[in-house]
């Protein structure tokens, strides 16, 4: 199965979970993969090396929504004010006005998307294998 059908074949299934028991599986499901993702970024983010002040413990989970009103989701963000500086990079001004370059950013919110994927995969083939094997589907 290739992963398109594979992603497709996961969203019916996602959809099928939420309409089960008003998504109570689905969404523990979501919290705990929001949980596995979080770990990952502060893995990453601690490869800065940097003391950034509560940079680290600035990762959090958020709440299960509806995302475009169809398919359930979830944040895992950072909600520290220079996070999205270290990640993506940011000019260096000086005290003037003047630029002097661009630092470029460490990406750790992409490396360590990359090395979730593929946990998450397996993952969710356990998530359906459990909900089939519990509700006889």
Do not use: C, W
């Amino acid at each position: 199965m290739a992963r398109n059908e594979f992603d497709e074949f996961e969203k019916d299934l996602l959809k099928m979970a939420s309409e089960f028991e008003k998504g109570k599986y689905a969404k523990q499901f979501l919290r705990k993969e929001a949980a596995k993702l979080n770990k990952e970024n502060k893995k990453q983010g601690k490869v800065i090396g940097k003391k950034t002040g509560n940079f680290i413990k600035g990762f959090k989970k958020g709440k299960t929504y509806k995302y475009q009103g169809k398919d359930l989701s979830i944040r895992a963000y950072n909600s520290s004010p220079h996070a999205h500086l270290l990640d993506k990079g940011h000019r260096i001004v000086g005290r003037d006005g003047s630029e002097h370059g661009f630092k470029e950013g460490y990406h750790f919110m992409d490396k360590a998307k990359e090395a979730f994927e593929d946990g998450h995969y397996d993952s969710m083939q356990d998530f359906i294998d459990d909900m089939l094997k519990k509700h006889g589907m």
